[in-house]
């Protein structure tokens, strides 16, 4: 089977598999301005304690664990949006544990692999590029390659029943595998999200758009804009996954009904 003609039926289903499930789910696009919200709340709350050195650091760990809630929480609506085509409110009270334990040794591998990269690695590259690159140019591209290498990451947290460290390895070979397939689709839908909004996602846990308009007409429309088409650009890639991750371009080629 042509890889043009299996992206372009692929596509066609994922596009209208997810423009049904945001119509049918659309609360969802809503849920940027309850993170914002609730991110709000929690640092006011939690900026009382921060004259003292020893609360700071203790503050810093529950801003942290808020952030991984809020994850788990988007992550989970996700899962029930595309696996199970519906969104309720009890999800949304059941989203804020649902992978906090997994997310947290996640998060906890890669602070290590950072603290290694600065410790060791960057000095050694710096010295080995000197003359070639700069260390913050180096920086950005080492980021850049962390974000292209295990991009799915979210996707395969939600979906995927494996631990931690065997997620961060399935997402790796999941890119190796289905590199064309995965970032055709995400590219385009991230550009039409910079050029429609002049947002750009670099973090692949990003779950949500800041809540930042000024409360004139404009702002408002534009951050709704900007939520909609993020909403469908997370959608979509959760739909774009399972096809990829249960199916090979020669079963696609097989079962061309799937994409009706």
């Excluded at 292209?148 to 996707?155: C, D, Q, R, T, W």
Aim: proline share 3%.
């Amino acid at each position: 089977m042509n890889i043009f003609t299996d992206l372009f039926y692929m596509n066609k289903s994922a596009f209208k598999k997810t423009s049904k499930l945001l119509v049918k789910n659309w609360p969802i696009i809503f849920t940027g301005f309850v993170y914002s919200t609730l991110s709000l709340i929690v640092g006011l709350v939690l900026s009382v304690f921060l004259g003292n050195f020893i609360l700071r650091f203790v503050v810093g760990i529950l801003l942290f664990a808020a952030t991984i809630a809020l994850t788990s929480n988007y992550l989970y609506l996700l899962y029930n949006v595309v696996k199970n085509e519906r969104l309720t409110f009890q999800d949304f009270k059941d989203g804020f544990t649902a992978y906090m334990r997994k997310l947290w040794t996640i998060f906890f591998i890669g602070w290590v692999a950072e603290l290694v990269y600065s410790a060791i690695l960057a000095p050694l590259l710096a010295g080995l590029l000197s003359g070639v690159l700069d260390t913050r140019l180096l920086n950005i591209i080492v980021s850049l390659l962390v974000l292209i290498l295990i991009n799915p990451l979210p996707e395969t947290v939600y979906q995927k029943h494996y631990q931690p460290a065997d997620s961060i390895k399935y997402a790796f070979d999941f890119v190796k595998e289905n590199w064309i397939e995965w970032f055709i689709p995400n590219v385009i839908l991230f550009g039409i999200l910079y050029l429609s909004t002049g947002v750009i996602i670099s973090d692949f846990f990003t779950f949500n758009i800041g809540f930042s308009f000024n409360f004139s007409p404009m702002s408002i429309l534009m951050y709704l804009l900007a939520q909609i088409i993020f909403s469908f650009t997370m959608i979509y890639r959760g739909v774009l996954f399972e096809i990829l991750s249960t199916s090979t371009r020669r079963k696609r080629m097989f079962m061309r009904n799937m994409y009706k």
